[in-house]
């Protein structure tokens, strides 16, 4: 399995930006699916993103209804990291944000395709 590891959360402002980190260790994942999900208190863990490799060199992402148009995914292969960066935050953008990464390159956005889970990495969004 891959390690992953999240990094780039914080604290920041409404309307402000963030730029989340997921960087893997152990093996190469630029073959696999790489989502993100957040888990704000009290809730159930969200689905918000995921980038797929299609080919040689194409690629496949999809967003969720809430983040689309705010959130933007992309992938560099050299550092074996993927980023997620979050424009006009809100209040309710507020979280743990997860990186998770699914081997069989899936077009997924259930969490039980994915088989590595990073810890999550804290992001407050003060109004």
């Known amino acids: 399995q891959v390690q992953l590891v999240e990094s780039g959360g914080g604290l920041v402002q409404a309307g402000g930006s963030l730029r989340l980190s997921c960087t893997a260790s152990?093996?190469?994942?630029?073959?696999?699916?790489v989502g993100w999900f957040r888990q704000a208190p009290g809730k159930e863990r969200e689905f918000l993103a995921r980038i797929v490799r299609i080919g040689m060199s194409g690629t496949n992402i999809y967003y969720a209804n809430s983040v689309k148009g705010r959130f933007t995914l992309s992938r560099d292969d050299a550092e074996n990291a993927i980023y997620l960066q979050m424009n006009s935050l809100k209040s309710e953008d507020t979280a743990v944000y997860y990186c998770?990464?699914?081997?069989?390159?899936?077009?997924?956005?259930?969490?039980?395709?994915?088989?590595?889970w990073g810890r999550g990495t804290q992001v407050t969004i003060s109004s």
């Open positions: 152990g093996r190469t994942f630029s073959r696999y699916t």
């Open positions: 998770a990464a699914d081997r069989s390159g899936r077009f997924s956005t259930l969490e039980r395709f994915y088989d590595s």
